[in-house]
T-cell receptor, first 112, second 116 residues
């Protein structure tokens, strides 16, 4: 299958649990961060973003936390559902450049 | 309506062939991108176009040539395909992109290229 030999960091949770996915970013000049969700066979889909003048932003069931001191980003998903199963990527951008740099991805597996 | 579309979805071809992947966005965005996702799911930017002009060309072999006939289309042509070109290629678009910070990028469904 597609995941054989993938060796992505994996987080396995039960339905209804809260999930926390972590990401360490590399560029201290990055000022814009996005979390993407990629389901099997599909393109990445925007979840939530945050700019560097904030340390927390909430969406529907999701919260992104930014710690610029240690260059760390996290995505919290409340009441995780089987439909949340996917690979999650963090991405960073420096506003002087037009590209996103993606992290390695974390696979979230939600069991019913 | 599909916001960012790519064709074909699957492409299987022999080494040495030349192939193209097409991308269209109907969002009225100014900037379009091509990404390559390898077997380990790592996503890497290849090209960025703003209003039909090449903005970013990462370290991609010159066998890869993007072409933007208009703002809504960014096609990827690959010459002399090699085994290592096998990957999933994603097109994306965003409203802004160059020098103004970065807005959300919308991704296409991907084209899985397999080179035999």
């Amino acid at each position: 299958g597609e995941s054989v030999g993938l060796h992505l960091p994996t987080l396995s949770v039960q339905e209804g649990d809260n999930s926390i996915i972590n990401c360490a970013y590399s560029n201290s000049a990055s000022d814009y961060f996005i979390w993407y969700k990629q389901e099997s066979g599909k393109g990445p889909q925007f979840i939530i973003d945050i700019r560097s003048n904030m340390d927390k932003r909430q969406g529907q069931r999701v919260t992104v936390l930014l710690n610029k001191t240690v260059k760390h980003l996290s995505l919290q998903i409340a009441a995780t559902q089987p439909g949340d199963s996917a690979v999650y990527f963090c991405a960073e951008n420096n506003s002087g450049y037009s590209t996103l740099t993606f992290g390695k991805g974390t696979m979230l597996l939600v069991s019913p | 309506d599909t916001a960012v579309s790519q064709t074909p979805k699957y492409l299987v071809t022999q080494m040495g062939n030349d192939k193209s992947i097409k991308c269209e966005q109907n969002l009225g965005h100014d900037t379009m991108y091509w990404y390559k996702q390898d077997s380990k799911k790592f996503l890497k930017i290849m090209f960025s176009y703003n209003n039909k002009e090449l903005i970013i060309n990462e370290t991609v072999p010159n066998r890869f040539s993007p072409k933007s006939p208009d703002k809504a289309h960014l096609n990827l042509h690959i010459n002399s395909l090699e085994l290592g070109d096998s990957a999933v290629y994603f097109c994306a678009s965003s409203q802004e992109g160059f020098g103004t910070g970065l807005d959300e990028q919308f991704f296409g469904p991907g084209t899985r290229l397999t080179v035999l």
